[in-house]
């Protein structure tokens, strides 16, 4: 059964930043194209990036800001996928969840089979 494990989420001071990681276990990492998402206290779970199988093309939200302050990365040695966040704000406090599936690759929640269990992220003025 493939599972996954989100980590890395704490308390952090507007403007800093946090890795979150995720790992796979049950299967390997390489048939699967991979999403994060996130939900805030009162608000619906939305997308925040997504890579391919291959790694190349990540895919952002095309509004916003997240492109250009978070960067998703794979590797598939570590059966591991990745989310730096740099200038992090108070609006990015939410849950975060990794997600994968075999055949869909987007921003679409309901295209991935696989979810975690989430991880908190909170940042303080």
């Known amino acids: 059964q493939v599972r996954l494990h989100e980590s890395g989420g704490e308390l952090v001071q507007a403007g800093g930043s946090l890795r979150l990681s995720c790992v796979i276990s049950?299967?390997?990492?390489?048939?699967?194209?991979l999403g994060w998402f996130r939900q805030a206290p009162g608000k619906e779970r939305e997308f925040v990036a997504a890579i391919s199988w291959t790694g190349a093309n990540p895919v952002y939200p095309s509004s916003g800001d997240i492109e250009g302050r978070f960067t998703i990365s794979r590797d598939n040695a570590e059966n591991s996928v990745y989310l730096q966040m740099n200038s992090l704000k108070e609006e990015d406090t939410a849950v975060y969840y990794c997600?994968?599936?075999?055949?869909?690759?987007?921003?679409?929640?309901?295209?991935?089979?696989?979810w975690g269990q989430g991880t908190q992220v909170t940042v303080s003025a």
């Open positions: 997600a994968a599936d075999r055949r869909y690759y987007g921003e679409i929640e309901g295209g991935y089979d696989h």
């Open positions: 049950g299967d390997s990492l390489n048939g699967y194209a």
